[in-house]
């Protein structure tokens, strides 16, 4: 149990630095949670931002994402993101 709460620990840690670096809201790093919302709340986070966020997941997690996967349920908040990837890294093992 330890190793998955360590697993989704570093996965948010690495997704809110993934998110603050390709919005460039660095500085507000320490204020965004698994409850702050994304597409709709974050005014950074437009349509091409979406775009290069994922880009910069796959990077940084080395998985893919499909232009299925764009919905408004992955990109609701930073936790809903969170689990996402934590799926992806999952099934890519």
């Known amino acids: 149990m330890d190793t998955v ?3 989704h620990t ?3 840690a690495g ?4 998110l603050t670096r390709t919005l460039g809201i660095e500085d ?3 204020s965004i ?3 702050t919302g994304l597409f709709g709340e974050l005014a950074e986070l437009d349509s091409l931002g979406v775009v290069e966020l994922a880009a910069a997941l796959e990077d940084r997690f080395d998985i893919v994402i499909d232009d299925d996967d ?3 349920e992955v990109f609701e908040t930073v ?3 969170t689990d996402f990837v934590d799926g992806r ?5």
Not at 15 to 18: I, L, N, R
């Open 70 to 72: 764009f919905t408004g």
């Open 5 to 7: 709460t360590s697993q």
């Open 89 to 93: 890294l999952t099934t890519a093992d």
């Open 79 to 81: 936790g809903t993101l």
């Open 15 to 18: 997704v809110v630095e993934v």
């Open 28 to 30: 507000r790093a320490g």
């Open 10 to 12: 570093d996965s948010l």
């Open 33 to 35: 949670t698994r409850d």
